[in-house]
């Protein structure tokens, strides 16, 4: 079992800033990846940013220059530091892990609850 707990998010006037949290909990031997995806209403769910076991990201077009991925490896949490924020970043944003599971070895992937991040004035 692996739980993954986001926290941050909430309403935020246009050109502001908010953090999202994410931390991985449970049976996981090895984290690959870590990172956040969202989905606006009516929308496919899309890459916001990634980040790999090696501190390589990836960040979609929509949000290069305004967001910053980062994590605590000790605490297997991954932040999502988001600024200038626009009405088109209304969403829900999931937290996504690539992981390898102990004693199988098996590389597996979850998703998050998801939180709502809502830009408006």
Avoid: H
Wanted: aromatic fraction near 10%.
């Amino acid at each position: 079992q692996v739980q993954l707990v986001e926290s941050g998010g909430g309403l935020v006037q246009p050109g502001g800033s908010l953090r999202l949290s994410c931390a991985a909990s449970g049976s996981i031997f090895k984290i690959n990846e870590m990172g956040w995806y969202r989905q606006a209403p009516g929308m496919q769910r899309e890459l916001v940013a990634t980040i790999g076991n090696g501190g390589d990201t990836k960040y979609g077009d929509a949000v290069k220059g305004r967001f910053s991925i980062s994590k605590d490896n000790a605490k297997n949490t991954v932040y999502l530091q988001m600024n200038s924020l626009k009405p088109e970043d209304t969403a829900v944003y999931y937290c996504a892990l690539n992981a390898i599971a102990p004693m199988t070895y098996n590389t597996f992937g979850s998703w998050g609850q998801g939180t709502q991040v809502t830009v408006s004035s």
